[in-house]
């Protein structure tokens, strides 16, 4: 539970010290492009508002409970670091058109879809279902666009290619962790 809860203290920490550093460590296009490369990291853990880093944050504990035990500590950090480039090299790519995005869905997204990897790779019954509750939502918000009502509980607009580019950078890198656990026969 503790890298749950020492992200989700990062992020009320980041939002309580208020809009001004929001703006100063959002993914923000413009600035990335002109050398602001830290953003690239920073924009993950800033937040629309509180409601928003609220649900972040419950989603981040809510995730670690279904899927913390799939890897090691050391496992979960490298895991992070992908799908948070994942997302980063979607949006900079795949969504030319956004010009700045702040939050932990797209880690949260990651980290759910690696997890479930990690749960598969051990036979567990409920990887199945996580996976394909997984699927299920990212495909209708593909579909159809933010879950109802969430861009109203965010307080802002929902970046749902975050999500799945998170989500994507989560099936690489957990499908990474579990051929390196096996090639080196290491616990990841």
């Keep these: 539970m503790l890298p749950a809860a020492s992200v989700a203290a990062l992020a009320v920490a980041l939002w309580w010290a208020g809009p001004k550093l929001t703006g100063l460590l959002r993914f923000e296009r413009s600035a990335i492009a002109a050398g602001e490369v830290w953003r690239l990291l920073t924009g993950h853990f800033v937040h629309l508002g ?3 880093v609220a ?15 799939a890897f090691s500590l050391t496992a979960w950090l490298l895991l992070s670091l992908l799908v948070v480039a994942a997302i980063d090299a979607g949006l900079w790519w795949f969504s030319p058109e956004l010009s700045w995005y702040v939050g932990l869905s797209g ?53 749902i290619d975050a999500h799945l580019y998170g989500a994507i950078g989560g099936v690489l890198a957990g ?6 656990r096996v090639k080196g026969r290491t616990r990841l």
């Design 50 to 52: 509180g409601s928003h």
């Design 107 to 159: 880690l949260l997204h990651g980290w759910l879809a690696a997890g479930v990897c990690g749960l598969a790779r051990r036979r567990r019954d409920d990887a199945a279902l996580l996976g394909v509750m997984l699927a299920v939502k990212l495909g209708f918000e593909q579909w159809q666009g933010p879950l109802p009502g969430s861009a109203v509980a965010a307080g802002g607009p929902v970046i």
């Design 175 to 180: 499908a990474l962790a579990l051929l390196v």
């Design 55 to 69: 649900l972040n944050a419950a989603g981040l504990v809510l995730v670690w409970l279904l899927v913390g035990s």
